[in-house]
T-cell receptor
Framework: AQSVAQPEDQVNVAEGNPLTVKCTYSVSGNPYLFWYVQYPNRGLQFLLKYITGDNLVKGSYGFEAEFNKSQTSFHLKKPSALVSDSALYFCAVRPPGANNLFFGTGTRLTVIP | KAGVTQTPRYLIKTRGQQVTLSCSPISGHRSVSWYQQTPGQGLQFLFEYFSETQRNKGNFPGRFSGRQFSNSRSEMNVSTLELGDSALYLC???????????????FGPGTRLTVL
């Protein structure tokens, strides 16, 4: 069975500081992993994905994520947080042979001016 | 290229009624998936359609159904609405010619359904 865990419901970070949003996964086979962001009353916006290859994936808006197979983690990072980064972040995994995504419970990021 | 569009954006219904939500995918995308988002259950997969056929289905009762048209537009229907069906319903489209591939799903803004 596949699952995604986002251990932190809430992450607070000061503007200009680096941010990390954590994600661990459980899936059989090689995973496809995704990060999405959701702003209030909006759908999900795609940030980045890991397919294969380089463990550091770069995405939109300066975000990147590090895939760690041994720790089954896919943490989202950004070197310098902006107030406009405040939103709800979802990690997701695609199970083998299917197109649907399994989502984590989400982490609310608040960037404090 | 236009994104995924969903109509209507907001809907209020009463228990026992039925509702139909519509989704237009990104041009060229043939896979459309539907998700339900609630504060208690989070994001849950409803079903996926590809080339007018349901290719995958989540764990929802038969009151939830969908279909896809030849132009890839999709509709989902919920019959005999319950209070617990109040949610944000999200549609996502992708190329997804092969199930389980790395294609990205792009989401629409959602339809907020409130059941009174």
């Amino acid at each position: 069975a596949q699952s995604v865990a986002q251990p932190e419901d809430q992450v607070n970070v000061a503007e200009g500081n680096p941010l990390t949003v954590k994600c661990t996964y459980s899936v059989s086979g090689n995973p496809y992993l995704f990060w999405y962001v959701q702003y209030p009353n909006r759908g999900l916006q795609f940030l980045l994905k890991y397919i294969t290859g380089d463990n550091l994936v770069k995405g939109s808006y300066g975000f990147e994520a590090e895939f760690n197979k041994s720790q089954t983690s896919f943490h989202l990072k950004k070197p310098s947080a902006l107030v406009s980064d405040s939103a709800l972040y979802f990690c997701a995994v695609r199970p083998p042979g299917a197109n649907n995504l399994f989502f984590g419970t989400g982490t609310r990021l608040t960037v404090i001016p | 290229k236009a994104g995924v569009t969903q109509t209507p954006r907001y809907l209020i219904k009463t228990r026992g009624q039925q509702v139909t939500l519509s989704c237009s995918p990104i041009s060229g995308h043939r896979s459309v998936s539907w998700y339900q988002q609630t504060p208690g259950q989070g994001l849950q997969f409803l079903f996926e359609y590809f080339s007018e056929t349901q290719r995958n289905k989540g764990n929802f009762p038969g009151r939830f159904s969908g279909r896809q048209f030849s132009n890839s537009r999709s509709e989902m229907n919920v019959s005999t609405l319950e209070l617990g069906d109040s949610a944000l319903y999200l549609c996502a489209s992708s190329l997804a010619g092969i199930a389980g591939g790395p294609d990205t799903q792009y989401f629409g803004p959602g339809t907020r359904l409130t059941v009174l």
